[in-house]
C-alpha cells in the first residue's frame, strides 16, 4: 500500500469516525425537555424534572413511555422506538377502559408515587409540595 493510500484511508477512517460520534452525541442529548409540567386542567399541576429521572438505576424511557402494538397492548418504548409515542390523552382519556389510568393525575398518583415510595429510603420524595411547587404569588 502506497503511503498516499494510507494517508486517505486514515484520514477517511477519522472523518467517518468523527461524524459517528457527534451523530451519536446529538441522539444521546435529544431525550425530550429538562422538565415537563403536567396538567390535565387541575389546580395542581405537577413539576416532572425528566432530565433528572433519566439515566437513575431502573428507569428507562419505557418504565413511562409506551405505544400500542397490532393487538392493542401495551409496549413498552426504548430509544429506538420513541417515534411510535402518540400524546399521550390520545389513549388516556374519558374513554380508557381502566379507570385509574384516565387523566395526568391518575397516571401520576399511579406509577409515580408507586415509585416515590419504594425508593423513598433512596432519596425520593414522597410530600406532595415536592411534585406541586406553589407558584409564587
Do not use: Y
Amino acid at each position: 500500500m502506497s503511503r498516499k493510500s494510507l494517508v486517505l484511508l486514515v484520514v477517511t477512517t477519522l472523518t467517518l469516525s468523527l461524524a459517528l460520534a457527534v451523530s451519536m452525541s446529538f441522539a444521546e442529548a435529544d431525550k425530550g425537555p429538562a422538565e415537563i409540567t403536567l396538567n390535565d386542567g387541575g389546580k395542581k399541576p405537577a413539576t416532572f424534572p425528566h432530565a433528572a429521572h433519566q439515566g437513575k438505576e431502573g428507569v428507562t424511557c419505557g418504565t413511562c413511555h409506551h405505544h400500542q402494538d397490532e393487538s392493542g397492548a401495551a409496549v413498552a418504548c426504548m430509544d429506538d422506538t420513541l417515534d411510535k409515542i402518540a400524546k399521550c390523552d390520545t389513549c388516556h382519556n374519558a374513554d380508557f377502559p381502566n379507570e385509574k389510568l384516565r387523566t395526568w393525575k391518575d397516571i401520576g398518583h399511579g406509577l409515580c408515587k408507586d415509585c416515590h415510595t419504594k425508593m423513598k429510603d433512596q432519596g425520593a420524595p414522597t410530600k406532595c409540595g415536592a411534585c406541586h411547587i406553589k407558584k409564587a404569588e
